[in-house]
């Protein structure tokens, strides 16, 4: 793997010891062995060293939603993880969800229901859209649920909630929530 | 970012002695707050433990009845648990107010009770903060300041931020207990109530943690029943900190136990505020916010909190 220099210049710690680290994960089923400086963030692992630019650099520090990814079956920041933290992982991006020829559900649900307008929020939103889903499947209380001992609700109130880590400047939201809706309809959650 | 080196923890002593060993390194948990810190160069370590995957994230039922949650589980898992939803709903109510699901499920028990204000002064390298550079003065406290969201209570001439951590305000009026392990290999216990201290003329020193103690875990008494809840008052209905919030359990006599978020540089709670329940949320305020010095900008935040409290105590009649 060809390694992209970080644009920072490193000065080594003042420890003496490494900056650099190797790291292994497996990402989108693909088995990866780095060495990387270890100021390199997920996100930009992701994006500047593997060319994997579907996942979106927003406002690198976890308020906006758009790095979105899903790592060892649960959705996180990327870009305030350090890539280095994650030996033996499995991360999925946007890319291992669908391709344009074959769409994941939750992608072809936003295509349905004009989910996205510029687009630079979308794949952190199907991100999290799908993990919400399995959230709520899995009976994680969010800040909505009403009682805390039984299954929360799929309701479009606990969507709302739930997708409010991911930001959109376009206003897409209410489209999203149909499409989030739709797919949730076709899985038989129960409402 | 500064360069930094970094290296896995084998186990939670070995962390702490590596602590000690190596001057200006950090424990990094989640990183939701540290790597945002290190970003801005707020805080540059020179090196990074990083202490997951060192057998600190279960959850135990204690001796006693209570539960021992280690330092770094995750705030999700803490709040879905069904122990903790079951007999500690305020614990809950009050990890799923904060944050974003993406940042729950990284954020962890120790991260949390540990992470840093957000005074958006202390954040903006270009503004004197005395809690990131000390003696440098205090941008939140000069002449045209934006001081809305700061602190009314428990503040210094130095320093107004508050803690900005939900989960803590859950963990103080559910008498929680922290454990830790030193560098020399002993451990010790601290009071949640005592974790954090009061800013003085010393704002920069946030806990009484020692130089490379390490938080292994947080134990809950065992459950007192009572109606619990968590009311947090912000500017957005989801995802932003709050400017007041109430952490609150309540018996059917009417006594019970209250605590405050927002208002203070630590969370908040007064024994003799305590004993005032049965009389009314004006009476605890009295006492809870005794002395309390508010800017022109935040003084809101009194009756707000009396609000937040009354609603809270009628919802607990119900
Ligand atoms: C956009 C955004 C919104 C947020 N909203 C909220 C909110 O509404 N309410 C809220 O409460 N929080 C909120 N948070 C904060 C979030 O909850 C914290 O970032 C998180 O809990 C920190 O946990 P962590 O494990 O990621 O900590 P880290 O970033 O890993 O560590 C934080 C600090 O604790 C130290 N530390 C970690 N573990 C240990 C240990 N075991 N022993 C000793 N020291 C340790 C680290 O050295 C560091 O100094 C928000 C964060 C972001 C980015
Ligand atoms: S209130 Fe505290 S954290 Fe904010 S600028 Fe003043 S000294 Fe810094
Ligand atoms: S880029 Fe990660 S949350 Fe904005
Ligand atoms: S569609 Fe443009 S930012 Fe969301």
Known sequence: MERVPTPQTASPPATGAAATSPVRLTINGMDQALTLDNRVSLLDLLREHLHLTGTKKGCDHGQCGACTVIVNGRRINSCLTLAVMHDGDEVTTIEGIGTPDHLDPMQAAFVAHDGYQCGYCTPGQICSARAVLEEIAAGIPSHVTGDLNAPPPLSAEEIRERMSGNLCRCGAYANMLEAILEVADTQGLPA | MKAFSYERASSPADAAARAAQIANARYIAGGTNLLDLMKLQIEAPSHLIDVNGIGLDRIEETAEGGLRIGALVRNTDLAADPRVRRD???????????????????????????????????????????????????????????????????????????????????????????????????????????????????????????????????????????????????????????????????????????????????????????????????????????????????????????????????????
């Open chain 2, 88 to 318: 500690y709903p305020v614990l809950t109510r009050a990890l799923v107010a904060g944050a974003s699901g993406q940042l729950r499920n990284k954020a962890t028990t120790a991260g949390n009770l540990l992470q840093r204000t957000r005074c958006v002064y202390f954040y903006d390298p270009n503004m004197p903060c005395n809690k990131r550079v000390p003696g440098s003065g205090c941008s939140a406290l000069a002449e045209g300041a934006v001081s809305r969201q700061l602190a009314v209570i428990g503040t210094s001439d130095a320093c107004i931020a508050t803690h900005p951590s939900d989960m803590a305000v859950a963990m103080l009026v559910l008498d929680a207990v922290v454990e830790t392990v030193l560098p020399s290999g002993e451990t010790r216990v601290i009071p949640v109530a005592d974790l954090h201290v009061l800013p003085g003329d010393t704002p920069h020193i946030e806990t009484t943690l020692r130089p490379g103690e390490l938080v292994t875990a947080v134990t809950l008494p065992p459950p007192i029943g009572g109606k619990q809840s968590y009311r947090k008052v912000r500017d957005r209905a989801s995802y932003a900190f709050a400017l007041v919030s109430v952490a609150a359990i309540i018996q059917p006599d009417g006594s019970g136990r209250i605590a405050l978020g927002g208002v203070a540089p630590k969370p908040w709670r007064r024994d003799d505020a305590d004993a005032a329940l049965p009389k009314g949320a004006t009476a605890v305020m009295e006492r809870l916010l005794a002395g309390a010095r508010p800017t022109e900008d935040n003084a809101f935040k009194l009756l707000l909190a009396e609000r937040a409290l009354a609603a809270t105590l009628a919802e607990a009649k119900e």
